[in-house]
C-alpha cells in the first residue's frame, strides 16, 4: 500500500469538505448564488455598471489632476562613501536578551531596511533566525519609547537628558541599596561599565533575569564540573543525538548556530551516504521533534525518569520507572545508539531541573562527549540567569532592603510566575528606573524611563561564546531622544567618558592581530584556542541527583513551551512574527491549548477518524474553547488538535498577553490583548523556575474563538492523490542499498513520456524555448530544511510582502510569497514529519502564464516567470490554475499605496501599524509595493539578480555565484537552498543537481518544468518509508 | 463694408504707437540694467549690501548731485582725496576698499543710465525658490490636447444645432411648400451617419491620445531655485557630465550634485562674465547674482573664503524634471558604464540648454524602441561571453552582424527587466 501522506486531518480522512477545499483555489464563494441569478445578488449587474461608471469617472478625475510639483533634495554635503540610491552594508551584530547573532544590515539611503548573517562568524556562518530577520522593522515600532521621561500616577512627563542625569544621581546618592536588574549581558565592555557603575555605589549589585531560565543548567554544571556556565555544544560532531524536551532548532539557548552543525550531519550525497541519527522524547510536538528519525512522547514528569533510564541502559542496567512501553523501547533504542558512538554521541535536555541536568552530565560523561560534543574551552553566554537569585530579590524588595532598581530589558513584571509578590515588592522600591525601550509590563512599574537604543543604533560588542567577539555600530541616527544604556550608567556613576570612547579605549589594548577599525568592519573577532578542551567530571553528585529525580506523576499535564517565533515574548510586537505561521501547528496571532488526537475524542469529543466531525474542526476556524485550571489559576484558551503530543499532555505557548503599551499587533480585534499570558501558571521548584505542571484540570466551555490556521490555505493535490508526487522522501537504509531509488521512481512515473532524461521534449508537443545566457534555478535540500520560517520572514522583508492580519488570515488571504508546508506521515498520534517550503516554481511551461487575459504573467528568457503588477487587472485566473497554489492576490490595500482609502476598510490595526510613515521607513525602494486587485508571488528576487548581473557586467566577467542569491537562501541557518545560474556548470546549483540521485521536481509528470527543484528526505530509520 | 476697413486701419496703427513706445520705454530701462548688471552686480545689489552697500538710494544720498557721482564712479580714489565727508565716510565704513574706477569704461550717459536705473529701485525677484507656477502652467500645456479635443467636439455641436437653427428660420421665412425639392444636405441620412462617424473617429483619436499623454511630462521646463545653465558649464566651460553626476556610473540615481561639489569650483569662481544670459520668458539673468544665491546655500562668504567649510551649506531645493513611475526601476549605471550610452540620448543636447527641460517624453514606448534597436557591448564586455550561442552565430554569420546583438535579443525588453 502507498504511504499516506496528510496534511490536514481532512487529507487523512479524505472528507468530503477537504475534496471540495481542494478543487477551488478560493474559499469564499461568488457574492452571488448562481441559482438565482446575477440579478438577485447582493451586487447585481446595475450596481456593478454604476461602480464601473463611477470608478471611469472618479479614475479620468483623478489622472486629469496636476501632477504635483515635486523637489528633488540633493545633500548639502554629501559623506564620501554615500551615494544615494546604492545601499551600505555594515556588520553589527543582533543582540536580545543574551541571543547574539552576527549580522550585516543593509542601509539604503540612511535606513536599515534588511538584515543579513555575517557570514564571517564561525558561529552562525551567515545563518539567521525568524526573529533575527523581523528585528529590522522593530526599529521602526512606533510603540518605542520616544524621550526620556518621569511617571507619576501612571502619567509620563518628558524630561531632558540632564534633568532626568541629575534626578536620578540624586535619588540613587541616598537610595541605600542598588540592584541593576537585566536579561543576559554578554557584552565585556558592557560588563566593565556596570563594574564601574557598581563600584561607585557600593551598596549595590548585578543580578541577571531570564524569562525561559536555564538556571537548571547552570547549576548542574557547577555541581559537576565546578563551572556556572553553559558549554559550547557541537551537533556538527555527533553521529548520535538524543534530546529530551530540548527544542534546540528553535528556541534553546542558540538555535541559529545549532540548526547550522545539525545540518551538517544531514548533509548528505550519493559517494557517502552516512548521517546523523536524532533521538528525540517530548512531550508536546516541536519543531526539533518535527525533525528527528525517531520521536518517542513522554510526560513532562517523566523526564527525569527518562534521563535516569538513559544512564542506567548505558551502565548496563535496566530502565526504571517507565511504564509506556513505546517510550520504554524508545530509551532503550536510544540507548543502544549511544553506546555504539561514543565520543559521537550527545545528549541534551530541556528540563530546568538540576538534578535531571546532573544525571545528563553523567550520561554525556559515559559517552565520552566532553571535549568532543560538548566544549567546555569555549563557554557559551546567551544565558547566565540564575533563577534563585531573583528570587531573593523579590523577597529583599519586599522586606524594603533594596532602595534603587535599575530594570534593563529584563521583563519579570510580565514572565515571573508570583506576580502578586513581585509587586509588593516593587512597590516598596523608592527609586525604579528602567532603560528598556519600551513601556513593557515592568517599565510601566518604574518611575523613571531613559530609553535605550534599538541595536541599529547602538554601539557595543557581544561575546556569545568565549573568544567570539561581535561587534555593534550603529547604522543610523538614533530616531527618538533615546540614549545608550551603558552612557546612561556612565553618567550616573560620574564617568567622563562616553560609551563610544569607552569601548574604544577598552578594545585597542585587546585586539590582538587586528584594528579596531578591521574588527569594526568584519564585525567579527576570535580569539579561540580552536580545540575542544575536556573539564573535570566531578560524579560525586550524580547518584544524589537520580535519588532526588521526581517519579512520574500521574494525570492530566501542562507544559509550556516558546514558539519559535515569539519566544517568551520578545516577538510580540512585531507583526511579522506574528503572523508567521508557527512551523508545527501552521498558526498565526494566537496562543492555545494543544491537545493530542487522543484526547481531542475524549474532551472535545471529535473523534478524528470521522470526516464528519474533523471536517466541522477544521473547516470551521472558531475553535472549542477549554478551561484550564493549573497550579490553582484558571485561563481559558481555545484547543488545537496537533499529532505529535503526548494523548495526556497539553502544551501552551508563552509570550503572549501582553499589555497594550508594547505595540498594535498585541492587540486583538475585540481590543483585548491577543492570546493569554501563561508565566503565572509556572512555579519554583527546586530553587528554579518549573514549566511543567501536572494536576491540570481541562473543562470545554460552551465558547468558541476562531484561530488563524493556515493548515488548510493552499492545499495541493494531483490528479492520482499521491502526495508522493509532491514531495519524496526515503530511509537511510534504503538510501544505502540503492542510492538511485528515487531517479527509478522518477523514471516510472514520467516512463509513459520519455523517462527522466526526455522528459521535456516529449512529454509535450510544443518544441521548448531557448535560454542562452543565464536560467536560473534553485534547489531546496529537504533534508537540511528543518522548518523554522527564518526564509518566510526573509521574504518578507526583501520583497515588501505585507501583513493582513488575523481577519485576514482567518478568511485564507495570507500573502506569504514562500510558505513552509507541514505534511505528516505514519501514526496518527506521533506522525513523521516533513518540512518543504513551496514557492513559485517559476515553471518554464508555466500553467498560469497561459491564462493571463492580458499577458500580465508570462516568461523570461532566464527561466522566469515574471509577474507584471501594474499590466495585472485581477482576474486571479492564473492563481486558479496554479499547481502549487503559490500565487497570492491583494484583497484589500494592505500596504496604503493606492489613492482610495475605502480599500482599507476592512483591515486591522495592525495592517494600518505597517502603514504608518515610521514602519514605511522598512520597505524596500527596489520592489514595487503593490496595491489592491493585483497578484503578486515569489519573483525570485529578481531585484537582486538584476542587481548582481549589473555588478558583473561593470566588471565585464561572467556571472558567478557570489554576485546574486536570493533573500530566502541567505537567511537559512541549514544552508538547505542554493541558487544559482543553472546554465553554468561551474556553478553550485549545477553541482547540487548533477551530483544527487535524490533530485526531484514537485508535481514533475505535469510537465510544467518546474525551475525549483529538491532533494528527497532521508530519515534515518530501519522502517522502510514507502510501507 | 469700408467703415470696418479704416476700423481696422486706426486699430493697427494705435497698437503699433503702443507697441513702440513700450519697447522704447523697454530699451532704456534694459539699457540700465543690462549696464548694472554688467559692471555693478559683481559687488552691488540694490537692495542688499554685497562686496559693496546696497545701492538703492544712492542719488538722494548724494543729494542728487549727479556731477559728484560721476566723479565717484569714475575715480573714487582721487574723489576720495577731494574731502568730500560722505565718501571718505563711506570709505571708513566699508574697511577701506575702493570700488574699481571705471574711468574710460563708462561714458556719463551711461552713468546716467545705471543712476536712473537705480533709482528705479528694486522689482520684484524674477526668480525664486517656488518653480509652482510655472511648473503648473507647464503642465496645463502639454495636457491641453484633450482639452482640445473635447472642445472640438462640443463646439462642433454647438455649431451644428446653430446652422440647424439657422437653416430652420431660413426655411420658414423662405418655405415653398411647391417648391420643394427633396432632402436637404443637412438632412440627408447619409450625410449625418458620415459627420458622426468622422466626429466620433477625430473625437476618439484625441481623446485616447490626451489619454495615453497623462502624466508624461515632456518638454516640462520647470523654474529652478537658482538659474543654473547646463550650456555654460557643461556646453562652454565642457565640464563633464560624470563630474557632478557621479551616481549615473555607480548606481540607479544620476544624483543632483551636492552644495560641496558645486563650491569646489565656485570657491575661486565668484562672477558670472560670460555672454548674456535669459530664461524661458527671454528676460536677461544676471549669472553673478545666481551665483550668489549658491553662495547663500553654502553659507559661503567670498570676503572670507578660507573660513568656509561645507558643514555650513544648506541643501538645494530643486525641482525634479525627470520622474518615473513608482512600478519602473530603472537604473543609471547600466545605461552609462555598461552600456555605454551618452546621456545626450535621453536628456537631448544638455550642453546647449541653460535651464533643463525633458527632451523625451520617457514613455514605455519609447524605452522599448530604444531596447530594439541599440546594440549591448556584445564583444567589448566580458559579461556577455556566456552567450555562446549567439557568439557563434554571429561568427557564422547567421546573425546579421550589423544589426548585432541588440538589448532586445537577451531579452531586454521582458517585464521584469524594469518591472518588479
Known amino acids: 500500500m502507498e504511504k499516506k501522506y496528510w496534511q490536514s486531518f481532512g487529507e487523512l480522512n479524505n472528507s468530503e469538505a477537504f475534496q471540495k477545499s481542494s478543487k477551488d483555489e478560493f474559499k469564499e464563494d461568488l457574492p452571488f448564488d448562481p441559482k438565482k441569478g446575477l440579478l438577485e445578488a447582493k451586487t447585481p449587474r446595475r450596481d456593478f455598471l454604476k461602480y464601473l461608471g463611477f470608478t471611469t469617472a472618479a479614475a479620468a478625475v483623478a489622472a486629469s489632476c496636476e501632477v504635483p510639483v515635486k523637489k528633488a533634495i540633493p545633500f548639502a554635503n554629501r559623506p564620501e562613501d554615500i551615494i544615494p540610491g546604492v545601499a551600505n552594508y555594515y556588520a553589527t551584530t543582533y543582540v536580545q536578551d543574551g541571543d547574539t547573532i552576527s549580522v550585516v544590515a543593509k542601509v539604503r539611503d540612511g535606513r536599515p531596511i534588511k538584515i543579513e548573517g555575517n557570514e564571517l562568524s564561525p558561529l552562525t556562518k551567515g545563518g539567521t533566525s525568524a526573529r533575527v530577520q523581523a528585528s529590522v522593522l522593530d526599529l521602526y515600532d512606533g510603540a518605542r519609547l520616544r524621550f526620556p521621561a518621569t511617571y507619576s500616577g501612571g502619567k509620563a512627563k518628558e524630561q531632558t537628558f540632564a534633568a532626568i542625569d541629575k534626578e536620578i544621581t540624586e535619588a540613587l546618592a541616598s537610595a541605600g541599596n542598588i540592584v541593576f536588574l537585566s536579561s543576559t549581558i554578554n557584552s565585556p565592555s558592557s560588563l566593565e561599565v556596570i563594574n564601574q557603575f557598581l563600584a561607585k555605589y557600593p551598596a549595590s549589585k548585578h543580578i541577571t533575569y531570564d524569562a525561559d531560565s536555564y538556571a537548571g543548567l547552570i547549576l548542574a554544571n557547577e555541581a559537576t564540573y565546578g563551572k556556572k556556565a553553559i558549554p559550547s555544544y557541537k551537533f556538527d560532531n555527533a553521529k548520535v543525538i538524543v534530546s529530551i524536551g530540548a527544542d534546540f532548532l528553535a528556541t534553546w539557548l542558540s538555535p541559529v548556530e545549532f540548526a547550522r552543525q545539525y545540518s551538517k550531519g544531514k548533509k548528505i550525497n550519493d559517494a557517502n551516504p552516512e548521517m546523523s541519527k536524532h533521538f528525540h522524547f517530548e512531550s508536546v510536538a516541536s519543531l526539533t521533534g518535527s525533525n528527528a528519525d525517531d520521536r518517542f512522547l513522554h510526560r513532562p514528569s517523566e523526564t527525569g525518569a527518562i534521563v535516569a533510564s538513559l544512564y542506567s541502559v548505558l551502565q548496563g542496567n535496566g530502565v526504571t520507572n517507565i511504564k509506556d512501553a513505546k517510550l520504554k523501547a524508545g530509551i532503550e533504542k536510544a540507548a543502544k545508539a549511544l553506546a555504539d558512538k561514543k565520543g559521537e554521541a550527545l545528549v541534551v535536555c530541556g528540563s530546568n531541573d538540576v ?110 561564546s568565549t573568544g567570539h567577539y561581535s561587534f555593534i555600530q550603529p547604522t543610523i541616527y538614533p530616531l527618538f531622544k533615546t540614549r545608550q544604556w551603558q552612557d546612561s550608567l556612565l553618567k550616573w556613576s560620574a564617568a567622563t567618558n562616553d560609551y563610544l570612547a569607552f569601548l574604544k579605549t577598552y578594545w585597542t589594548t585587546k585586539l590582538i592581530g587586528s584594528s579596531w577599525d578591521k574588527a569594526l568592519q568584519d564585525g567579527i573577532f576570535v580569539k579561540d584556542s580552536a580545540v575542544a578542551t575536556t573539564t573535570s567530571f566531578n560524579a560525586s553528585a550524580v547518584n544524589g541527583a537520580i535519588a532526588n529525580i521526581q517519579p512520574p506523576k500521574s494525570g492530566i499535564e501542562l507544559r509550556l ?62 475553535k472549542k474553547v477549554v478551561s484550564i485550571k493549573a497550579n490553582g489559576k484558571t485561563i481559558e484558551l481555545p484547543a488545537l488538535i496537533i499529532p505529535g503530543t503526548h494523548p495526556e499532555t497539553v502544551g501552551i505557548a508563552v509570550g503572549y498577553g501582553r499589555d497594550k503599551k508594547v505595540g498594535k499587533t498585541v492587540v486583538d480585534v475585540d481590543g483585548k490583548s491577543v492570546g493569554v499570558n501563561v508565566f503565572p501558571l509556572a512555579s519554583v521548584v ?118 493582513v492580519g488575523k481577519p485576514e488570515v482567518l478568511r485564507f488571504h495570507d500573502m506569504h510569497w514562500l510558505r513552509i508546508d507541514r505534511y505528516y506521515t505514519g501514526d496518527k498520534d506521533n506522525p513523521n514529519v516533513i518540512f518543504q517550503p513551496m514557492l513559485c516554481q517559476h515553471c518554464d511551461n508555466a500553467p498560469c502564464e497561459n491564462v493571463c487575459p492580458v499577458a500580465a504573467t508570462n516568461h523570461s528568457s532566464e527561466g522566469l516567470n515574471q509577474m507584471t503588477y501594474n499590466r495585472c487587472i485581477g482576474t486571479r485566473y492564473c492563481a486558479n490554475n496554479c499547481p502549487y497554489k503559490v500565487r497570492r492576490f491583494n484583497w484589500a490595500d494592505y500596504t496604503g499605496s493606492d489613492s482610495f482609502p475605502n480599500n482599507q476598510d476592512e483591515l486591522n490595526n495592525t495592517v494600518h501599524y505597517m502603514n504608518e510613515d515610521l514602519t514605511r521607513m522598512v520597505l524596500n525602494p527596489d520592489v514595487t509595493v503593490r496595491s489592491r486587485g493585483v497578484i503578486e508571488k515569489c519573483s525570485f528576487c529578481v531585484q537582486r539578480l538584476q542587481d548582481g548581473k549589473l555588478k558583473a557586467k561593470k566588471a565585464s566577467r561572467p556571472l558567478v555565484d557570489e554576485d546574486v542569491n536570493v533573500a530566502c537562501a541567505q537567511s537559512c541557518p541549514s544552508n538547505a537552498i542554493v541558487f544559482g545560474n543553472v546554465n553554468n556548470p561551474e556553478s553550485s546549483i549545477s553541482k547540487a543537481r548533477k551530483d544527487s540521485n535524490r533530485l526531484f521536481y514537485s508535481l514533475e509528470f505535469l510537465h510544467v518544468m518546474p525551475n525549483v527543484s529538491y532533494l528527497a528526505k532521508v530519515r534515518n530509520t530501519e522502517e522502510s518509508a514507502n510501507v | 463694408m469700408t467703415n470696418y476697413k479704416s476700423l481696422t486701419k486706426t486699430f493697427l496703427f494705435s497698437a503699433l504707437i503702443a507697441l513702440s513706445i ?399
Open chain 2, 22 to 420: 513700450s519697447f522704447s520705454n523697454n530699451a532704456v530701462a534694459q539699457d540700465g540694467k543690462a549696464l548694472f548688471n554688467s559692471n555693478c552686480a559683481a559687488c552691488h545689489k540694490l537692495d542688499k549690501d554685497m562686496t559693496g552697500p546696497a545701492l538703492q538710494g544712492t542719488l538722494e544720498r548724494w543729494n542728487n548731485d549727479r556731477q559728484k557721482l560721476h566723479a565717484w564712479i569714475k575715480n573714487p580714489m582721487a574723489f576720495l582725496k577731494t574731502g568730500d565727508k560722505y565718501a571718505n565716510d563711506l570709505f571708513i565704513k566699508w574697511n577701506k576698499i575702493p570700488m574699481s574706477p571705471f574711468d574710460g569704461a563708462l561714458k556719463d550717459a551711461e552713468i546716467d543710465a545705471i543712476l536712473d536705473y537705480i533709482a528705479k529701485g528694486v522689482q520684484p525677484a524674477a526668480t525664486g525658490g517656488d518653480g509652482k507656477t510655472a511648473a503648473a502652467g507647464q503642465k496645463a500645456e502639454s495636457d491641453n490636447t484633450l482639452l482640445y479635443g473635447i472642445l472640438t467636439v462640443v463646439l462642433a455641436i454647438v455649431a451644428l444645432i446653430l446652422i440647424n437653427v439657422n437653416k430652420n428660420l431660413k426655411r420658414i421665412t423662405e418655405e415653398q411648400p411647391e417648391g420643394y425639392k427633396g432632402v436637404a444636405f443637412w438632412k440627408n441620412k447619409t450625410n449625418i451617419t458620415v459627420a458622426i462617424l468622422a466626429l466620433f473617429i477625430v473625437g476618439g483619436y484625441l481623446t485616447t491620445k490626451g489619454a495615453i499623454g497623462l502624466g508624461r511630462n515632456q518638454n516640462y521646463q520647470p523654474t529652478q531655485p537658482i538659474y543654473y545653465s547646463h550650456k555654460v558649464h557643461a556646453g562652454v566651460n565642457q565640464i563633464n557630465c560624470l563630474y557632478c553626476h557621479g551616481g549615473a556610473e555607480e548606481g540607479k540615481h544620476a544624483n543632483i550634485p551636492s552644495v560641496n561639489v558645486c563650491m569646489n569650483c565656485h570657491k575661486a569662481i565668484h562672477e558670472y562674465t560670460g555672454p548674456a544670459l535669459t530664461d524661458a520668458d527671454g528676460k536677461e539673468v544676471n549669472g553673478t547674482e545666481e551665483i550668489q544665491k549658491l553662495f547663500k546655500y553654502a553659507g559661503f562668504n567670498p570676503q572670507d573664503a578660507n573660513s568656509w567649510s561645507a558643514d555650513k551649506a544648506k541643501p538645494i531645493q530643486w525641482v525634479q524634471i525627470h520622474s518615473l513611475p513608482d512600478h519602473v526601476y530603472f537604473n543609471h549605471s547600466q545605461h552609462v558604464a555598461v552600456g555605454k550610452v551618452q546621456c545626450q540620448t535621453c536628456h537631448g543636447e544638455i550642453e546647449k540648454m541653460d535651464e533643463v527641460k525633458q527632451f523625451s517624453d520617457l514613455s514605455m514606448g519609447w524605452c522599448v524602441n530604444c531596447h530594439r534597436e541599440t546594440k549591448v557591448q556584445f564583444k567589448d564586455n566580458g559579461f556577455y561571453s556566456i552567450y555562446e550561442k549567439y557568439h557563434n552565430e554571429l561568427k557564422s554569420g547567421k546573425i546579421d552582424s550589423t544589426k548585432g546583438i541588440t538589448v532586445e535579443k537577451i531579452g531586454g525588453t521582458e517585464c521584469q527587466k524594469c518591472h518588479y
Open chain 1, 686 to 803: 527546586n530553587g528554579t523556575v518549573n514549566f511543567d505542571i501536572s494536576n491540570v484540570e481541562l473543562k470545554v466551555t460552551d465558547k468558541k474563538y476562531p484561530v488563524a490556521l493556515t493548515q488548510t490555505h493552499n492545499l495541493l493535490t494531483t490528479p492520482q492523490g499521491k502526495r508522493t508526487e509532491v514531495v519524496k522522501e526515503l530511509t537511510l537504509g534504503e538510501y544505502q542499498k540503492n542510492t538511485k531509488v528515487i531517479l527509478e521512481e522518477r523514471e516510472a512515473e514520467l516512463g509513459a513520456w520519455g523517462g527522466v532524461k526526455n522528459f521535456r521534449e516529449e512529454g509535450s508537443i510544443y518544441k521548448p524555448y531557448d535560454k542562452p545566457g543565464i536560467k536560473w534555478g534553485m534547489s531546496i535540500d529537504l533534508n537540511s530544511c528543518n522548518g523554522c520560517g527564518s526564509c518566510i520572514v526573509a521574504c518578507h522583508a526583501e520583497n515588501n510582502v505585507p501583513v
Open chain 1, 561 to 622: 513551551y516558546q514558539k519559535i517565533a515569539i519566544g517568551s515574548g520578545q516577538g510580540a510586537a512585531n507583526p511579522w512574527l506574528q503572523e508567521l505561521p508557527d512551523p508545527v501547528t501552521r498558526a498565526t496571532w494566537d496562543n492555545y491549548l494543544v491537545v493530542s488526537p487522543a484526547m481531542a475524542k475524549t474532551l472535545l469529543n471529535i473523534d478524528l477518524t470521522n470526516s464528519g466531525q474533523s471536517d466541522s474542526y477544521e473547516v470551521n476556524p472558531p
Open chain 1, 355 to 464: 538534578n535531571i541536568q546532573i544525571v545528563v552530565n553523567a550520561i554525556n560523561e559515559l559517552l565520552l562527549s566532553n571535549g568532543k560534543t560538548i566544549d567546555w574551552s569555549s563557554t557559551s553566554n546567551v544565558r547566565k540567569g540564575v533563577d534563585a537569585d531573583f528570587a531573593t530579590l523579590v523577597d529583599d524588595m519586599n522586606a524594603g532592603s533594596v532602595g534603587a532598581l535599575i530594570v534593563l530589558d529584563a521583563n519579570p513584571f510580565y514572565s515571573w510566575y508570583d506576580n502578586a509578590k513581585l509587586k509588593s515588592g516593587l512597590d516598596k522600591v523608592k527609586v525604579k528606573i528602567s532603560l528598556s525601550s519600551k513601556a513593557d509590563e515592568t517599565t510601566q512599574q518604574c518611575s523613571y524611563t531613559v530609553p535605550n537604543h534599538h541595536y541599529l543604533e547602538s554601539w557595543g560588542d557581544a561575546e556569545a
